[in-house]
């Protein structure tokens, strides 16, 4: 993989290259001019694409200006000092009151780079409220080539409790809306053509949004018209946790940290997510996800 910095307007981006193509830009600094505060600003991917050039990521579209292509977004980090802080943007579900508007919004701050050579990149970020820092989290991202058609984004996050005091993290769902575990690692895919079909989801053992969302699997296919896009966990916490699916209301999967119950990071507590994706050009079936699940994973 080759890394090359540039300037994408005025927010500083890092372009991933795979066998000399480039294929994701990682806006490695919170754009604060073009994301608003209640966006919840934070480093992102996008565009993502496959080898053959097609597109795999959307950035702030009108159903959900929040959704960021790939990022790590969670709607609820929780402690004495500031309740309820949102690093996923947009509104907060409120027990017994539904989606509200607040100013409650975290950003993610790039604090500084561990290494960034053509292997990878490795960086810091803290994870604020007004100046007050919640985590400290070490991101890795790398890209790699699987096959002809394929090619692998590698992406860890570790985030560490320096808030001073415990903290939870929760969801929509552990504060009272059913089937709304989102918040973690999250692909917002793009939308197929207006009258076209919603993307396929599929697990090694079922198929469809109601079938795979909420529930545990080694991994995850979304495919649309010319794409598909493999999800695996890459370690055991991740695999242990469940996907968050949409592909009717709009195409995105995610890694859920708090799906039924709030996960407590105590002070000074770490936790560690990996979600390895394979970018493919084509459909894939069952039996080709398995073995390309086999492969990304251990490479």
Not at 110 to 135: A, K
Not at 181 to 204: I, L, M
Request: neutral net charge.
């Amino acid at each position: 993989m080759k890394i090359e910095p540039r300037v994408s307007g005025v927010a500083e981006a890092t372009v991933l290259h795979c066998d000399g193509r480039p294929v994701a830009t990682y806006a490695h600094r919170a754009d604060h001019t073009r994301i608003p505060a209640g966006l919840s600003p934070r480093p992102y991917l996008h565009p993502v694409r496959t080898l053959g050039g097609v597109t795999v990521t959307e950035l702030r579209p009108a159903d959900h200006a929040h959704h960021l292509g790939v990022s790590m977004a969670v709607p609820d980090i929780s402690g004495t000092t500031f309740p309820g802080v949102n690093f996923w943007g947009g509104r907060t579900y409120v027990r017994d009151r539904g989606p509200m508007e607040l100013e409650n919004h975290g950003t993610q701050e790039h604090t500084g780079w561990l290494l960034r050579d053509p292997d990878g990149c490795v960086q810091e970020l803290s994870w604020e409220r007004r100046g007050r820092e919640l985590l400290r989290e070490r991101r890795t991202i790398s890209a790699g080539a699987l096959s002809a058609d394929a090619w692998v984004l590698d992406f860890t996050s570790a985030l560490t409790n320096v808030s001073g005091e415990d903290l939870s993290v929760g969801s929509p769902a552990t504060n009272g809306r059913p089937g709304a575990g989102y918040g973690g690692f999250f692909w917002r895919a793009p939308r197929q053509e207006a009258d076209g079909p919603a993307p396929d989801v599929f697990t090694g053992d079922a198929t469809g949004e109601e079938a795979v969302h909420g529930r545990t699997a080694d991994w995850l296919v979304l495919a649309g018209r010319d794409w598909s896009l493999l999800f695996c966990g890459g370690n055991a916490e991740t695999r242990a946790d469940p996907w968050f699916v949409r592909t009717t209301g709009y195409p995105g999967v995610g890694s859920s940290l708090a799906w039924e119950r709030r996960m407590p990071l105590p002070e000074g507590g770490s936790t560690a997510r990996r979600v390895v994706t394979v970018v493919v050009d084509g459909r894939l079936d069952r039996p080709g996800a398995a073995a390309l699940a086999r492969k990304a994973v251990t490479a």
